[in-house]
Every structure is written in structure tokens, then in C-alpha cells.
């Protein structure tokens, strides 16, 4: 397919978690031709030159506080509103094929048998446990997936580990069990090989890259479907020198992200009725687009000890708490080995759906405006139980052994959390399951037109969605194919 007016079988809009892994299973029928057109930079050569995709957290740097960070092109650049403070949070999502898969945390961690329960009561009876666990295996079959051993942990995630066991959390080896979830502590499983996370870019894509009706476009920025009556035919975007093309399709499959993919439903023309025709946009279909926004909002309470706490013997974060209930998640990190600093991360797996993204302009290029109303948790009562529960671990022996004190126990929380707490880049919904798309993941009211990221969940998962994000495409690969 040469760039220009072409046609494909299927158009992939978004080479990340989803779309990456949708992509490269439509390929494996060789009578579908499969454009995957990509935002961010691709990077053809990764097998013998591999980018810096190393594990251990994001490679857009971490800038936690949200006050302002350099961060190269392969960031959306996309913040919060300002906060009561001024500051503003930083959503880091990445920009290249392979998406947030290739910088983020490497957790490999299942969403459990209730989340999928969840999601049948809040509109995708299709997407129960029996229905998605094939696909979560299928995921698991590409993904390489290293649990660390408990001896070869660093001194602070040995002195989580401990403390969460000296208040009564019980230890699993493996968090991906249906049953490790209330009042556990356990390994965090991860999807790295090599010390190279183990996203889409060099799993699927990968794979699919060699074969003849697949091609991809990096640095094509999409603006909008193309819709003719009722019906999706294709795509415009922005290609690499700004020019617009066009491409069309039988099947356009949108991978954008829980920011993406409603921002471009909503430059097409699908989207609440009154915003659309505010921006003199024309309404295809009137769907709750941008609705329903949801997140992890997090925060670090910091700990400090001596130096030797802090030492880092292997990437990333070994071992993670879940709390009672449906309360919150946690897990440690070394922030500075030189001073000892180090932190417990909590982090609320919260159901609230008042989140909201909505367009500044109809232009591509423009940010949309992403709302996740952090000021309202920070002034709720949301974040108690975890910091009643770090306040308790910090009095545990398993912490006082090794000399390390908590700054943030003489300051009340309302100020920790004005002043630190973020999000977990864990953004879901804005196109959900049962209100914008069907169980089959259609768009409601327009033909030949899914969605498959994480903007569909229709109610957030209770940990990290980066695996679930690879079955929803997994299984939008089966649904597309079983049309056709």
C-alpha cells in the first residue's frame, strides 16, 4: 500500500496495547490487509537496535508531583486543569508503536474474576470471566511473563514485604491467582525479558512486522473517520510533514487510548450533541463520548532511612499490597539511594466515573481537555484507609529495624495529597462497553466502526490494565475476523 488515497482491509488506529496486539492477529489471516497507522515514531529495526525500553519505570522520566518535567517527543503532553495549588498532573501516555506498553512498569498482573463481574453489571454481560480468560491466556502465550524470587528482593521491597506481613497481610507467589486479592502481599508478576519490557512493539508487532499485507505508519496523527451515511469507509490524518491524506478500509478499528480514541470519535462527529455543535462539529451520532472518564489517583508517602534502604538490586517493583476490599493498591519504590529515600505508593481502586474529556477545538493537534477530578479526591475521605494503613506500617518493626522514619506523619494528609498526589497513567473509559460501543465493541449507530483500548471498560479494573488492554485486543481480532 503506497501512502495516499489507498485501501486496506482493516484500518488500526493506535499501536499500543490493544492495537498492537488486534493488529498483528488480523495479519495472521493472509487474505486481510491490515494498515496500522500510528501517531508516534515506529521503529523498524528495534530487534537489532534496540531503543532504550529498558524496565524499571517510565522513560519519560518521573515527575510524580506533576511540576513540570522535560519529556521527549514519544509524550502526549497532555495535564490536568490546575489545581486549587496551581499545579497541574501530568498524564503521561506514550506516543510510538508499542504505546505506553513500552515505558511503563512492566506489571503482568490478570484483572480479577470479580472485575469481569463488574463489568457484566454495568452494561457487557459478553465480557464475564469464562468469556475474556482464553484471550488473557492468548496475551500470556505472547508476553513473557518473570516473577521475582523473594531472596533476590531489594532492601525496601524487603521491608514492605515484611511490614505488610507484621500487620496481617498474607503472602502470595503469585498475584495473578484468582483468590490474591484482600489483605495480601505478594510478587508483582512482569512482562519483561532481558530487562526489556515486553509491550507490543516487541511481541506482536514484532512478529506480525515481516508479513506482506501488513504495513505500518508511524508519525500519522489521526483526525478524524471518515463516515459516508451511516457508515465508516476510512480515515484522515496527518502525516509526518503535516499534510493530510486519506485512507479507507472495509473495518476501521480505533486504538487510541482512553484520551485517543473518544477525541477522534468526537472530531468525527460522534459525541454528546451540544459539545459537538458548540466546535461546529457536524452530529453523526449522539453517544456519551468522553463520559465516565476514570483513573487510579495515587500518591507516595515517603520513608527514609539510610542509604543501604534504597539500593536497588533489580528493576522495577518486586512485590505489591493489596489492600481490604476494594479500597487500594500499594507497592514500594527506592527514590534516592544516595539519601535513603524511599516510598510506599497507595494508589485507589476506586469506581468513581466522574471523569471527563472533552475538545478545545476540532483541530488534531490540539490537547483535549482531560478532567479526572483530582481536586474532589484530594478533598474527600478517599485516601484515609490507606494512609491509616501506611501510618500503621510505619510503626512496624520491620521498618523501625531498619532506621527509616516517615516526613509525612507530622503533616496532615489534605496537604500531602494538595501538594503530591497524581494518577497511576491508568486512564480508562470515555467510550464505554453498553454506551458507545456494544458487547461486539461496534459504535453504536455507525457500520464498520469498533473500539478496542481501554476506553471501553466499562467500569475501571482494580489494578493495573495494561494485560487487560492487550485481551480487549486480542479479542477484537476475533470479533473482526468472525465478520468477515
Known sequence: MACGHDHADVIVVGAGSAGGAAAARLTEDPGCSVLLLEAGPDFPNEFENPPAFLTGGTQLGHNFAGTGAPTPDTDWDYWSPPLVNGRRVHHKRAKLVGGSSMINGSIAVRAAPPDFERWQEHGAPAWGWEEVLPYIERVESITPIKRHRREHFSPIARTFAESFEEVGYRWVDDMNDTKAWNGV??????????????????????????????????????????????????????????????????????????????????????GPADELQALGIGVIASLPVGRGLMEHPQCF??????????????????????????????????????????????????????????????????????????????????????????????????????????????????????????????????????????????????????????????????????????????????LIAGAR
Open 185 to 270: 502481599v505478594g510478587q508483582w508478576p512482569q512482562n519483561r525479558r532481558n530487562e526489556v519490557r515486553q509491550g507490543t512493539l516487541v511481541t506482536y508487532v514484532r512478529a506480525a512486522r515481516p508479513r506482506p499485507n501488513f504495513e505500518i505508519r508511524g508519525s500519522c496523527l489521526t483526525d478524524r473517520v471518515l463516515i459516508d451515511g451511516d457508515r465508516a469507509v476510512g480515515v484522515r490524518y496527518l502525516d509526518e510533514s503535516g499534510e493530510a491524506r486519506e485512507v479507507f478500509a472495509d473495518e476501521v478499528l480505533l486504538s487510541g487510548g482512553a484520551y485517543g480514541s473518544p477525541a477522534i470519535l468526537l472530531r468525527s462527529g460522534i
Open 301 to 478: 508517602f515517603y520513608l527514609y532511612g539510610p542509604p543501604e534502604l534504597a539500593e536497588m538490586t533489580l528493576p522495577g517493583w518486586p512485590v505489591a499490597a493489596r489492600g481490604e476490599g476494594d479500597g487500594w493498591w500499594s507497592f514500594p519504590l527506592a527514590l534516592d539511594e544516595e539519601a535513603g529515600h524511599c516510598a510506599y505508593s497507595f494508589a485507589l481502586a476506586e469506581d468513581a466515573r466522574d471523569g471527563r474529556l472533552t475538545l478545545v477545538s476540532a483541530d488534531p493537534v490540539e490537547a483535549p481537555r482531560i478532567d479526572h477530578r483530582l481536586q474532589d479526591v484530594i478533598e474527600s475521605d478517599r485516601f484515609d484507609h490507606a494512609w491509616d494503613t501506611f501510618v500503621q506500617l510505619s510503626e512496624t518493626a520491620a521498618v523501625r529495624k531498619r532506621g527509616a522514619t516517615s516526613p509525612d506523619l507530622e503533616r496532615p494528609l489534605r496537604e500531602i495529597l494538595q501538594e503530591r498526589m497524581g494518577t497511576a497513567f491508568h486512564p480508562v473509559g470515555g467510550c464505554q462497553i453498553g454506551r458507545v460501543v456494544d458487547d461486539n465493541l461496534r459504535v453504536y449507530g455507525v457500520e464498520g466502526l469498533r473500539i478496542a483500548d481501554a476506553s471501553v471498560f466499562p467500569i475501571h479494573i482494580l489494578n493495573n490494565p495494561n494485560l487487560t488492554c492487550m485481551m480487549v485486543g486480542e479479542r477484537a481480532a476475533d
